[in-house]
């Protein structure tokens, strides 16, 4: 069953006892019990929801293994991985360029735990090599990152780590299932920002924690249980309702990111481009390789001061200034004051986070109204600089 079958068909049968073609909502906090214990498989919502049982088989239908656990936010699978498997003065190796809220996670909230965090290029299998030890427990993959958009190779992190005896954690939230499979590439454990492109209409803050190994799971599923951030029915049928037409949308942000790179190639105001998809970027071979599409994510380096940067980010027509991604309407953000800003500004410097780095998001629009909206932006800054110039 290829893909675009599996999204509709996989684990959603009509509903047996109505018939009805979509499932639905069961917005129950409780169950009704046989005698105590006795039940027909659901006992209480925290512990688990027909609605959020079925997100949960399709999920983990889509990614190819047995086992997902979906939480009420990324950060909250993401917080479960490192609860489930970091002990006091463990190592982690991380993106250099890792997203704000997993450094906030790593460095604030596990602050008594005395981690080694070890920022890496892990685009450079020999920083990788050099990095990974004996102490290693995580290394922690987004591929493509968040927001420079570096490209890892799953495959051969995968031998290094687990030759050190360390779990690998790959967050697909930019490629999505659709374009890539890190499992099949060797990954432990899968991490989704749900609410991005799965989802995909910036209606729902959702997260999903996936594994192959029923081990490597039981520990996740424990802490989504007691923990409890799990969440409602209705967001769980939403997703749900997305899946459907993941493929269609991804095909669509995938067109529009690559055109929309292109453009921006040439354009004097922008120094450098990051988007897999160009040949000139660094992961290009490697992208070609583990991946089937090339994402729908661009980010670039303006060439201009911070306030241009916000005069541009700031007015733009199609693109609407917002955290998050992967929604049918195009986004536009300044990873410094916006998604990276828990980041210290040192910090961040030395990770190759610049104050005039943009992030875009293009959504389902047409690729021509949304390019002549990013160049038309880049025309009007000039302008406005010309006529400082004269005044």
């Known amino acids: 069953m290829r893909f675009a079958t599996r999204a509709i068909h996989a684990a959603q049968p009509s509903d047996p006892a109505t018939g009805a073609l979509i499932a639905p909502i069961y917005q129950t906090s409780t169950y009704e019990q046989e ?36 939480f ?11 609860h489930a498997y970091l002990r006091p003065h463990d ?23 005395d981690l080694s965090i070890k920022p890496v290029d892990t685009s ?37 780590a687990h030759a050190q005896g360390a779990l690998v954690v790959v967050d697909n939230t930019f490629a999505t299932p659709v374009f890539q499979q890190p499992f099949a590439l060797g990954a432990d454990i899968v991490i989704h920002s749900v609410t991005k492109y799965l989802a ?58 690559g055109r ?3 453009a921006l190639s040439s354009q004097s105001r922008v120094r450098r481009v990051y988007y897999p998809g160009l040949t000139g970027h660094p992961g290009h071979d490697v992208a070609c390789r583990q991946m089937a599409g090339f994402g729908g994510m661009v980010s670039f380096e303006f060439d201009g001061s911070v306030d241009d940067v916000t005069t541009y980010v700031s007015n733009r027509r199609f693109f609407a200034l917002g955290e998050s991604l992967g929604g049918v309407k195009s986004l536009i953000c300044h990873p410094a004051r916006m998604t990276h800003a828990s980041i210290p500004a040192d910090r961040r410097a030395e990770l190759g986070l610049s104050d005039t780095l943009i992030r875009l998001s293009p959504g389902i629009e ?21 006529q400082l110039a004269t005044a």
Request: net charge negative; proline share 5%; glycine share 6%.
């Open 35 to 70: 005698s105590p214990g006795v039940n027909l498989g659901f006992d209480y919502s925290r512990t688990n929801n027909p609605t959020r049982q079925r997100l949960e088989e399709v999920l983990a239908e889509l990614e190819g293994v047995k086992h997902c656990a979906v």
């Open 72 to 82: 009420a936010s990324g950060l909250a699978a993401e917080h479960a991985v490192l």
């Open 91 to 113: 190592e982690v190796i991380v993106p250099l360029d890792v997203y704000g809220g997993t450094y906030r996670l790593l460095v604030r909230v596990f602050a008594g735990f």
């Open 124 to 160: 450079n299998l020999d920083a990788v090599r050099a990095a990974v030890s004996q102490r290693t427990r995580l290394v922690w993959l987004e591929t493509p990152t968040n927001p420079r958009l570096i490209v890892s190779d799953i495959q051969a992190i995968a031998d290094i």
């Open 200 to 257: 995909g209409h910036s209606d729902l803050i959702q997260g999903a924690a996936l594994a192959r190994d029923p081990a490597i799971f039981e520990p996740i599923k424990f802490l989504q249980n007691a923990i409890g951030a799990v969440p409602a029915p209705l967001d769980c049928w939403l997703t749900l309702r997305g899946l459907k037409t993941l493929e269609l949308r991804m095909q669509r942000h995938a067109e529009n990111a």
């Open 260 to 262: 929309i790179a292109e």
């Open 366 to 386: 047409h690729p021509e109204d949304l390019i002549a909206d990013l160049i038309d932006g880049l025309h009007a800054v000039r302008s406005v600089e010309r």
